[in-house]
């Protein structure tokens, strides 16, 4: 069965970095796409970045694009999100998904879930 597991969340302050990662487990080759998700407490849990397996495409949302990067580890089955230049905006448990299908994934529908890592960042 598939397992994902973040880790790297913390607390910062505004304008620092850090390095989310996730580690997969029992995945195959019909998972094609991997994302990073974010829910802040009293809202909707939303989208942040995507990447595909097959070519390595990426697609972030306009919240995070320019200050977040997201990139693979094939030989790891790792996912990773570098969030730079950090705002107290984007406080929230982020998690890590997976799919067969790229477009669902990154609306929501993703199959696959982590439990989430706690990202807090100060003003």
């Known amino acids: 069965q598939v397992q994902l597991v973040e880790s790297g969340g913390g607390l910062v302050q505004g304008g620092d970095f850090l390095r989310l990662s996730c580690a997969a487990s029992?995945?195959?080759?019909?998972?094609?796409?991997m994302a990073w998700f974010r829910q802040a407490p009293g809202k909707e849990r939303e989208f942040v970045a995507a990447?595909?397996?097959?070519?390595?495409?990426?697609l972030y949302a306009d919240s995070v694009k320019g200050r977040f990067t997201i990139s693979r580890d094939n030989a790891k089955k790792s996912v990773y999100l570098q969030m730079n230049s950090l705002k107290p905006e984007d406080t929230a448990v982020y998690y890590c998904?997976?799919?067969?299908?790229?477009?669902?994934?990154?609306?929501?529908?993703?199959?696959?879930w982590g439990r989430g890592t706690q990202v807090t960042v100060s003003s």
């Open positions: 998904a997976a799919d067969r299908i790229f477009a669902k994934l990154v609306t929501g529908g993703g199959d696959y």
């Open positions: 990447i595909s397996w097959i070519d390595g495409r990426t």
């Open positions: 029992g995945l195959t080759v019909s998972v094609q796409a």
